[in-house]
């Protein structure tokens, strides 16, 4: 922080942001800036070049490089310090066992580098405030803490805080006060901040961690007055609670304030202070992009903000939220809250904004938009004097219900004829549903996999009630589902009714020439009636042939079918191929509408002519057609006729042909 502007560096560029973290300028191009010093005055900026082994100065307001000093003998400098004009600089390539600390009076025109006698294992961390330098050896346990008196022309020691003593380990941080007098530590082990005296070396205070704060340290600042310290921690923890800052108060070691990011890890080093926010840097996960995180308000005292909403709640009906905003113990007075509304699916969507009343308590107004889990997020943006809060409601929100009844006749119906299916859709709030579309769907009972069929849709009159007429296609039990797919306001709704259809009886009649001579064709003619209904045409009539000889052995052919015409009328004919006694079976097989029926033709031969006969077998609903050999030495077709007009009920029309 210098000022107004905050300054990162990352990878090959310094980016310059105001205290908004909106971007206002970059320097890019450099050489690996790996660390930033500003002068108390805030008029220069000191960056370490790693890739280059240089110190660059830096003008804050023109953002221009005014000189780099080269300190090629002590490579890959990365954490600078300034005191006074003295800035001293922890340096150290990766995989080297050149380390140490390098110091430079950047008043001078040409500075002359000062190295400290020391060779630690890596490069050093280093900070330095007032007369107190302290250098922190990084990338050992037990990890000491060498602390210098930089007052005079040459740093003297004032001693070790020996991290063997102390359980000191894995440095990843430290924050010195801005009078030097103090300073805190982020060690890897013990999972703690700890304070230290830098003139006796005591332990002066320890900031704890929490189970909100499950991981390790990361990162530390102390606030330019001291009276707040942040803590940066590695969020190992999967939990909703878990945090990555947490803001103490210096004097009672009270956590006044966490927050955390999804985003990724808080880097060490870069927790500032600037008034009463706090800004951080974020290393993104898998893509190492580099983020600015800012935490406003975090220094000021908290305010609270309640909300709560009644459940459930019914679909575009006006409901209230109530809530209170809190600032301490006064009054709040008049305060904007922003309210946001999220959907189920995600959405989101401002909502007008309330303000509180003189004590703090508001009422916002919402019509849910559709059902589910509806949560309420309200907003205040804090003032001078008090921080921003939040607080969040979630309602069910769910339709109202609707029911349809279906009617449908309790007689029977026979087949072919037109149904009248009514019903009613009623709404469970008592408003009149007005013109609604329903989708009818009518389907054979058993359900054989196939049958079903969506009809075409009905509108309901204003008071729900609506007709549905149909012809159904098929015999037996019909069920006729009518489905409302519901609105906005009301849940879908179905009922069914079912039909019993019958299949209609027929009559078969045949007749035949009144005399032929043996050997010559003979003609045939019949007759399908259904009582002003038929099949449709060119559905089959089947033709049967027996023929009994002297020996009384039976002979039995399948002859042509024959379709019928529009009328129901059909003819055949048939040239009998030897003396015999001959009996024509012609029947009607039925479908889906009709039921079956069969008449008989019998030739009978006498003496040396041939006469024939015509009977017509109407079969009733549900008898079976029997066959049956009479009891007799010699069966012939007239004993069979005889036994069948015997045992079944049937309807007779008998013609005689002779052939002589």
Known sequence: MVDDKVFVAANDRIVVTDTQGTIRDSLTGLPRPSGLAPAADGSRLYVAFSGSHQVAEIDTVSLEIIRRIDVAAYPCPTSPALSGSRLWIGYGCD???????????????????????????AAPLVVA?????????KGVSPADLLLYDVSGAVPTARGIIDGQTHGLGNLQDLAITTDGTEVISAFGAPRRLERWDTTTLARVR?????????????AVEVSPDGARVVAGWANISTSSEAKRIAVYDAATAEITYTNDTSIGELLPGTLAFSGNDIFGVVREKYTDQLHLWRMDGTTLPVSTLA????SPVLTLEPFSLTGRLGLGESDAGAQRITVTRRLSDGTTKELPGVTTEADGTFT????????GQIKYDMTWGGNSEFRWSTASATTTVRKRGSSITVTAPQQQIQALEPVTVTGQLTLSDGSVPGAKSLVPIRYPVPYPGEGREVLPAVM????GTFTITDTPPFSGSVVYEVHWGGDEKFYTSMDSASVYVTKRDVSLTLSGPAAETLGRQVQFAGVLDGGGRLPAAGSPIKINRAVTDRDGTVTTTTLPSVPIADNGSFTFADTPPARGEYVYTVRWPGDWAFLPAETITQVLRRGGAVSAGVESVVLQRGMPIRAARPRSSRPTAAAALSWLMRTATVSWSRTLLRVS
């Not at 309901?460 to 008071?463: K, L, P, S």
């Open 95 to 121: 995989y080297s066992s050149n380390n140490g600390l390098v110091g430079l009076d950047v008043s001078a025109t040409v500075p002359e580098p000062y190295r400290f006698p020391i060779t630690p294992y």
């Open 129 to 137: 405030a007032g007369n107190t330098l302290i250098i922190g050896e």
């Open 206 to 218: 320890t900031y704890e961690g929490g189970p909100e704060l499950p991981g390790g340290l990361a």
């Open 307 to 310: 909300v709560t909403a009644p």
């Open 364 to 371: 916002v107004t919402d019509s849910p938009p559709v059902p």
């Open 460 to 463: 309901t009159q204003a008071d």
